[in-house]
């Protein structure tokens, strides 16, 4: 508005607009997509730009300064670059200069990294933005008055407030009811996103609900976690077009808003949608979720296996990675390894390693960090960030993973307690395995999780006695256990887990013998195996 009373012809059109969409603003009509791009990667200006053009479609653009912007031009845009985006059309908004994670902590940070992008905007002839992305896809309702102040009109978050939303599924944008602030991403391009992904993300539009797609780099060289290969890309864009979708910027949504009220809690639509999807869980996988609580049930789809590690690992995906267990579920496993470590300020994390050095480059153990500290490392193989051990529980959740928690520190109880909060939180208190015979750990996560066979439990079966062990189970290796001790174990209830591990076969006539183990733990019927990915062929599955 301030720019249009420097200009009488466009302050007629925005007053005239105004009125009309005082009188009622308009419902979407039913094939409309918003596009976003974020992080000014050289693919926007390159890459999605004149296919955007060729097809006539609008889009927003999120401009940051962060990571090596100013220095990595073969990465990144240039402002001149970024200035013919808007010539052409296209929406610039603002993503932050330093692309700050927006926390209690940096909110006094954020009105001058608002100005910043701002200030480029106008030394390039760029209207300063009215779109905003929020770094990370982390918000605080706290920033609100801040962004509006700054002219802010409309900001773009994630999905996760509603549900699962590791493999870049949300919720559906709906004018009148979002708050314009907190507009969610319904569709967070992954790399391993298919057509299938993008049109099921398209699907969630309708009346009264838009489709906001966020997209990285088409490549991205920098951000491979988010990375859309361009071939993707051409594909997701030609089957909107074919479809004969309406593709707009960010703030061509002003239309459908204007006129209407905003939520005076602004968290409230989260929240309520919160709480219906998890009356009706969405379910991704044909697999259904293992119910370690019922023997029958696990005997009857024996042997389990359960990726070590976190998953299946490969040059490319790391241990106790999100990408790990994306593999395990694509592979075909019941349950997957979860290693757990506390941040310094208390979160568990997805980590296995006593030291991050080798994994992310950083020298320390987890516990030396605060949490946002090790969110912001990445791992060497993939550039994938650390992951909470939340983001491991919705995923496996999603992918009708069972979990078995290794946890590496010295159990503590503060620790435990948010543990079996999250494993209940996310409907895995029935198909969860917790493998440290610790008193606390028995004690905390009994209700959510199998405990081991205490030693005393086990010698008092070994000497002939009948104890009811239902809830428990038995893990080690192979040499630990005597093959008599199995069916004792399984009469008493207990279910016999045990672990095919590399660092116990280290060569070929190891692996020989591993193989062996395994057909003679089979032909005893445990319950399953915990097995490094390099010994699923003896399981009919390819190698990684
Ligand atoms: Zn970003």
Same mark, same amino acid.
């Given at each position: 508005?301030?720019?249009?009373?420097?200009?009488?012809?466009?302050?007629?059109?925005?007053?005239?607009?105004?009125?009309?969409?005082?009188?009622?603003?308009?419902?979407?009509?039913?094939?409309?997509?918003?596009?976003?791009?974020?992080?000014?990667?050289?693919?926007?200006?390159?890459?999605? @730009?004149?296919?955007?053009?060729?097809?006539?479609?609008?889009?927003?653009?999120?401009?940051?300064?962060?990571?090596?912007?100013?220095?990595?031009? $073969?990465?990144?845009?240039?402002?001149?670059?970024?200035?013919?985006?808007?010539?052409?059309?296209?929406?610039?908004?603002?993503?932050?200069?330093?692309?700050?994670?927006?926390?209690?902590?940096?909110?006094?940070?954020?009105?001058?990294?608002?100005?910043? =992008? @701002?200030?480029?905007?106008?030394?390039?002839?760029?209207?300063?933005?009215?779109?905003?992305?929020?770094?990370?896809?982390?918000?605080?309702?706290?920033?609100?008055?801040?962004?509006?102040?700054?002219?802010?009109?409309?900001? $773009?978050?994630?999905?996760?407030?509603?549900?699962?939303?590791?493999?870049?599924?949300?919720?559906?944008?709906?004018?009148?009811?979002?708050?314009?602030?907190?507009?969610?991403?319904?569709?967070?391009?992954?790399?391993?996103?298919?057509?299938?992904?993008?049109?099921?993300?398209? %699907?969630?539009?309708?009346?009264?609900?838009?489709?906001?797609?966020?997209?990285?780099?088409?490549?991205?060289?920098?951000?491979?976690?988010?990375?859309?290969?361009?071939?993707?890309?051409?594909?997701?864009?030609?089957?909107?077009?074919?479809?004969?979708?309406?593709?707009?910027?960010?703030?061509?949504?002003? #239309?459908?808003?204007?006129?209407?009220?905003?939520?005076?809690?602004?968290?409230?639509?989260?929240?309520?949608? #919160?709480?219906?999807?998890?009356? @009706?869980?969405?379910?991704?996988?044909?697999?259904?979720?293992?119910?370690?609580?019922?023997?029958?049930?696990?005997?009857?789809?024996?042997?389990?296996?359960?990726?070590?590690?976190?998953?299946?690992?490969?040059?490319?995906?790391?241990?106790?990675?999100?990408?790990?267990?994306?593999?395990?579920?694509?592979?075909?496993?019941?349950?997957?390894?979860?290693?757990?470590?506390?941040?310094?300020?208390?979160?568990?994390?997805?980590?296995?390693?006593?030291?991050?050095?080798? %994994?992310?480059?950083?020298?320390?153990?987890?516990?030396?960090?605060?949490?946002?500290?090790?969110?912001?490392?990445?791992? $060497?193989?993939?550039?994938?960030?650390?992951?909470?051990?939340?983001?491991?529980?919705?995923?496996? #959740?999603?992918?009708?993973?069972?979990?078995?928690?290794?946890?590496?520190?010295?159990?503590?109880?503060?620790?435990?307690?948010?543990?079996?909060?999250?494993?209940?939180?996310?409907?895995?208190?029935?198909?969860?395995?917790? =493998?440290?015979?610790?008193?606390?750990?028995?004690?905390?996560?009994?209700?959510?999780?199998?405990?081991?066979?205490?030693?005393?439990?086990?010698?008092?079966?070994?000497?002939?006695?009948?104890?009811?062990?239902?809830?428990?189970?038995?893990?080690?290796?192979?040499?630990?256990?005597?093959?008599?001790? =199995?069916?004792?174990?399984?009469?008493?209830?207990?279910?016999?887990?045990?672990?095919?591990?590399?660092?116990?076969?280290?060569?070929?006539?190891?692996?020989?013998?591993?193989?062996?183990?395994?057909? %003679?733990?089979?032909?005893?019927?445990?319950?399953?195996?915990?097995?490094?990915?390099?010994?699923?062929?003896?399981?009919?599955?390819?190698?990684?």
């Amino acid at each position: 508005m301030k720019s249009s009373f420097a200009r009488p012809v466009a302050c007629l059109i925005a007053v005239s607009s105004l009125l009309a969409s005082a009188r009622a603003a308009e419902s979407p009509p039913p094939r409309l997509v918003v596009l976003t791009f974020d992080d000014s990667s050289a693919s926007h200006h390159a890459v999605a @730009a004149p296919l955007l053009k060729r097809y006539g479609f609008g889009a927003t653009f999120f401009i940051t300064e962060g990571f090596t912007f100013r220095t990595n031009k $073969r990465d990144y845009m240039t402002w001149e670059q970024i200035a013919e985006l808007h010539r052409d059309g296209f929406e610039i908004g603002n993503h932050t200069r330093d692309h700050l994670g927006i926390t209690e902590r940096t909110l006094p940070r954020l009105a001058e990294q608002l100005e910043a =992008i @701002a200030a480029q905007c106008r030394a390039h002839g760029i209207p300063v933005p009215v779109s905003f992305a929020w770094p990370g896809n982390r918000f605080h309702p706290a920033a609100l008055p801040v962004l509006a102040q700054a002219g802010i009109r409309f900001a $773009r978050r994630g999905g996760e407030r509603e549900g699962p939303y590791a493999l870049g599924g949300g919720v559906a944008f709906e004018p009148g009811v979002d708050h314009p602030l907190l507009i969610p991403t319904t569709g967070d391009a992954r790399p391993d996103w298919t057509l299938s992904d993008l049109q099921r993300a398209v %699907a969630r539009g309708g009346p009264g609900r838009i489709p906001v797609l966020q997209f990285h780099g088409v490549p991205d060289g920098e951000h491979p976690w988010v990375n859309t290969p361009r071939e993707r890309f051409e594909e997701y864009m030609g089957w909107l077009h074919r479809e004969g979708f309406q593709v707009i910027a960010l703030r061509d949504v002003a #239309r459908l808003i204007d006129g209407r009220p905003v939520p005076a809690d602004p968290l409230a639509p989260m929240e309520s949608r #919160r709480r219906a999807a998890a009356a @009706a869980p969405v379910y991704s996988s044909d697999k259904e979720l293992i119910d370690v609580r019922d023997a029958a049930k696990v005997r009857a789809r024996r042997p389990l296996l359960i990726a070590h590690r976190g998953g299946v690992v490969s040059s490319r995906v790391p241990e106790a990675s999100l990408a790990a267990i994306r593999e395990a579920a694509r592979h075909g496993y019941d349950m997957v390894e979860l290693d757990v470590r506390a941040t310094k300020d208390g979160a568990p994390m997805l980590f296995h390693d006593a030291n991050l050095r080798a %994994a992310t480059g950083h020298d320390g153990p987890v516990s030396a960090l605060t949490e946002a500290e090790v969110r912001a490392l990445r791992f $060497r193989r993939n550039g994938e960030p650390v992951a909470g051990l939340e983001q491991a529980l919705l995923l496996c #959740r999603q992918l009708h993973l069972g979990v078995m928690l290794d946890l590496k520190d010295s159990p503590q109880v503060e620790l435990l307690r948010k543990v079996a909060t999250l494993v209940r939180k996310h409907g895995l208190e029935k198909s969860t395995v917790a =493998i440290s015979g610790h008193p606390l750990v028995r004690a905390e996560l009994g209700d959510v999780a199998l405990v081991p066979v205490s030693p005393e439990e086990l010698e008092r079966t070994k000497a002939g006695e009948t104890l009811a062990l239902a809830g428990r189970h038995w893990f080690g290796i192979p040499a630990w256990l005597p093959p008599e001790m =199995i069916p004792k174990l399984q009469r008493a209830g207990a279910l016999v887990f045990p672990a095919i591990n590399l660092f116990r076969y280290e060569n070929d006539s190891e692996r020989a013998q591993a193989k062996r183990d395994v057909e %003679a733990l089979r032909r005893i019927g445990v319950e399953g195996f915990q097995i490094d990915s390099a010994y699923q062929d003896f399981f009919g599955k390819a190698l990684p």
